[in-house]
């Protein structure tokens, strides 16, 4: 799609992200798990030694499911000088978790974004709101970071990272701007009052033609994604603490409407919010591996 | 003596007159219907978009303003006609003008841009039940229409692609955001457009069906609104129904606004 | 754990809520996998390795139009899911 796209500027593109943890030396641990995220629009890979956060890399998922996981995971392996061989196990997560060809098992992303939260939210996390690219998930989890409640809704565009590239190629605003330019306004508007994401987009043509500033049209969609999120957290219950993963939680614009709304604030993490469900899918694999005792190898 | 019905659209105003005849000696009702349809000026403020309308109407069916007695409004923007007598829902005016167009008619089907909904009514018209899905794209005449955009064809060619086609592929998409990614998979992969024009269309219908389901399905069925010009949607709806006939009215786009003047002359 | 399977969109909140911990020695015998006409769900074993109830994939996407057989319009007052299940593990939000 991107080559057909020509000169076409993508203002939905956002930035992948390849990061390890120099400090820690791989070759002396003793179990190396990986999580492997393979959702519908990006994919993530998390390598961690011995329980621990040691390397990720997200990027956007290609044609094929397989395909992306490979890639994913050569990003973090590339950079470590790890081989596939090297990984004890590998847990599969999100959408596409099936088709990891080396995974041993498939978790659910809903699982694995509880386990994920809970490392890197810490264990007194207990509500977390998962915007990925084309669903949304509320989730309510126990100390340990077991789902206690929880709801996904991926039939629907509104209040996924879908949404809201469409907003952004509609309103040509890089995707990364949005949130930045969402408070840039001269006084709060009210939210979009179409949720669907197709109505939405006409009737942020109709504020435009009505004298709305781009970035009063993107605050009133962002305060319209809050509103929607915040309702799916309601019906499973909001407890404190509160982490916000996915792409989305990378857009202020959205994310301090939603404190506004709950009245709490989201408890902020050093990593990439993307993440979340492959490092839960590999700290599900360093479980695992604990249980049955000596290591296999990579399929 | 004149009443009129007034149907405000999200991109379209119709305005129906219904003229009092006296038939026989006994008064009765004749549809002298003389009607005025223009697009929505966007930079209009829908009170001056209906009143322009209007009187637009008045002139071409050459009517005295103060010769309608009557003006009942429908349609999403019926609040905001500020000349109107009364307003009911589209509902009642969609059902009332169904079975006023086609008398068989019990259970009516109507998918305009923005809406689609299942209506169960009696003989003479009113609304006994309905169930619709509004404010999704999904069940809607928009699903189709970004569809066709996606394929590159016209509504129209859309719909008449559709018939050339026999195959049946399930879109797993509900949503109209998804559902173009989808399409735009499906093309990738080289599936013929009127497959994927088939698919979208049965996808719809199978959704408007399942609203007049529960309704309860009885009588003729007859569909209203934009789509009746959609002849593959037409055909979908009949295999989905599961029904040989789908009563189509005349002038479906008016439909609603008749059922207002219908209810304007009636209330009289 | 609860379970909720279904969505939200402009037209209103459709989830079916499965209250799994319920489903562990099921004293109905898995009603539910007979009592719905359409056979909505199914039994998975889910991430703790429980074996619960949980509404089949394919229909999590559209409960709006796949429950309107027992839903009419015009109200209902009890559904073959709900009633068959006796220890009480199944809603519905709408």
Known sequence: ?????????????????????????????????????????????????????????????????????????????EKSGMKLEDVHYVVGTGYGR??????????????????????MGGNGIRTILDMGGQDCKAIHCDEKGKVTNFLMNDKCAAGTGRGMEVISDLMQIPIAELGARSFDVDEEPNAVSSVCVVFAKSE????????????????????????????????????????????????????????????????????????????????FGYTLMQKQGAPAKAA | MYSAGIDMGSRTVKVVFLEELKVDGAPQLK??????????????????????????????????????????????GRKQVKFATADVTEVSAGAKGAVFMCPTARTVIDVGAEEGRGIKADGDGKVVDFAGNE?????????????????????????????????????????TVFAESEVVSLIHSSTPKEDIAKAVLDAVASRV???????????????????????????????????????????????????????????? | MIANYGYKDGSGEYYISIDTDKCISCPAGRACLTACPKGMFEIITDDYDDEVAAVKQSFRRSLAFDCTGCKPAGGYSSLPCMTGCTPGAIKHSW
């Not at chain 2, 859309?158 to 399930?170: E, H, N, V, W, Y």
């Open chain 2, 31 to 76: 549809w002298g219907v003389k009607g005025k349809h223009i697009m929505f000026p966007e930079d209009l403020d829908a009170d001056q978009a209906a009143e322009k309308a209007f009187d637009e109407a008045l002139q071409a069916a050459g009517i005295a303003r103060d010769k309608v007695t009557r003006v009942v409004a429908t349609g999403a």
């Open chain 2, 209 to 268: 069906t399942a609203m007049a389901r529960r309704v309860g399905i009885e009588g003729e069925v007859a569909l209203i609104g934009g789509m009746v010009h959609n002849v593959g949607f037409v055909q979908s709806l009949k295999t989905a129904l599961g029904v040989d006939q789908v009563l189509l009215p005349e002038m479906p786009e008016y439909v609603s606004a008749l059922g207002a003047a219908l209810l304007a002359a009636e209330n009289k």
């Open chain 1, 204 to 283: 942020a043509l109709g504020l435009l033609k009505a004298g709305y500033s781009k970035n009063k049209v993107v605050a009133a969609y962002c305060q319209a994604m809050a509103e929607r999120v915040v309702s799916l957290l309601e019906r499973i219950g909001v407890e404190k603490d509160f982490f916000i993963t996915g792409g989305i939680a990378k857009n202020p614009g959205v994310v301090k409407r939603i404190e506004k709304l709950l009245g709490i604030q989201a408890v902020q993490t050093k990593y990439d919010s993307q993440i979340a469900g492959a490092l839960g899918a590999a700290l």
């Open chain 1, 1 to 77: 799609m991107a080559d057909t796209a020509g000169e076409k500027k993508e203002y939905w593109r956002w930035q992948e992200n390849c990061w390890i943890d120099e400090s820690k030396d791989w070759r002396s641990a003793k179990i190396i798990t990986a999580g492997i995220d393979v959702g519908s629009v990006s994919s993530q890979a998390v390598i961690c030694v011995d329980g621990e956060l040691y390397g990720f890399n997200s990027m956007r998922t290609g044609n094929n499911s397989p395909d992306s996981a490979k890639n994913a995971i050569g990003g973090v392996l």
């Open chain 2, 135 to 175: 404010k999704c794209a999904a069940g809607a005449g928009a699903f189709a229409e970004s569809m066709s955009r996606a394929l590159q064809l016209s509504l129209k060619d859309f719909g008449q692609a559709s018939l050339r086609s026999d195959k049946t592929i399930p879109m797993n998409a509900q949503c």
């Open chain 1, 98 to 119: 099936v088709n990891v060809p080396f995974a041993h098992k498939a978790i659910t992303e809903i699982a694995c974004h509880a386990r994920g939260a809970n490392y």
